[in-house]
């Protein structure tokens, strides 16, 4: 099975700074990669799929890029509504999700 | 605009079994998988298995094989998820979600979520 790992698992920072939160494979996936937020008590958002590709509806500040087994999910200056648990998820072989990073106000 | 409704809140002994359904609408139901999650308190998102509807076979992940059965009902665009030998650790909120974009697969982005279902497992 594919494994996922995920850097931070916490992070402190402030309204208006730029975040990147780094997803690793364990074996290569191309850019069968996504994104997702999750807020306590809300189901999960999906923001990015395809490694980079802005699912609707989402802000322009979240970005997402690689390729292979190393992804980055970046915001570009955060707001409020972005403080909660980040998951990247492999859909290259069956589904695998990353064991989370959570970003807090610092 | 597709939405998918959860059954309610569970409580469950030790030993049993539970069965939660995922209503949809608003898109085309036989050609796209539905898939489960579930969260555990303090923990991350696990991915449980699939069904596309139009074929029924479902998708299991391994550390879910022979404990979790996933099934459609066309007539009512309605999944189920039955868990069995329920333990503790299975205390979860269990959410449905659809695969968005392709049809005909199990493996892809979750693009629509249910609000998720809270099954809780008494000794």
């Known amino acids: 099975d594919i494994q996922m790992t995920q850097s931070p698992s916490s992070l402190s920072a402030s309204l208006g700074d730029r975040v990147t939160i780094t997803c690793r494979a364990s074996q290569s996936i191309s850019t069968h990669l996504n994104w997702y937020q999750h807020k306590p008590g809300r189901a999960p958002r999906l923001l990015i799929y395809a490694a980079s590709i802005l699912q609707s509806g989402v802000p322009s500040r979240f970005s997402g890029s690689g390729s292979g087994t190393d992804f980055t999910l970046t915001i570009s200056s955060l707001r409020p509504e972005d403080f909660a648990t980040y998951y990247c998820?492999?859909?290259?072989?069956?589904?695998?999700f990353g064991p989370g990073t959570r970003l807090e106000i610092k | 605009q597709v939405q998918l409704v959860q059954s309610g809140a569970e409580v469950k002994k030790a030993g049993s079994s539970v069965k939660v359904s995922c209503k949809t609408s608003?898109?085309?139901?036989?050609?796209?998988?539905i898939s489960w999650v579930r969260q555990a308190p303090g923990q991350g998102l696990e991915w449980m298995g699939g069904?596309?509807?139009?074929?029924?076979?479902?998708h299991y992940a391994r550390d879910f094989q022979g404990r979790v059965t996933i099934t459609a009902d066309e007539t009512t665009s309605t999944v189920y998820m039955e868990l069995s030998s329920l333990r503790s650790e299975d205390t979860a909120v269990y959410y449905c979600?659809?695969?968005?974009?392709?049809?005909?697969?199990?493996?892809?982005?979750?693009?629509?979520w249910g609000q998720g279902t809270l099954v809780t497992v008494s000794s």
């Open positions: 608003g898109g085309t139901f036989r050609t796209y998988a």
């Open positions: 998820q492999q859909s290259y072989n069956t589904l695998t």
């Open positions: 979600a659809r695969v968005g974009g392709a049809e005909m697969t199990t493996i892809g982005p979750l693009s629509q």
């Open positions: 069904v596309i509807p139009m074929f029924g076979t479902p």
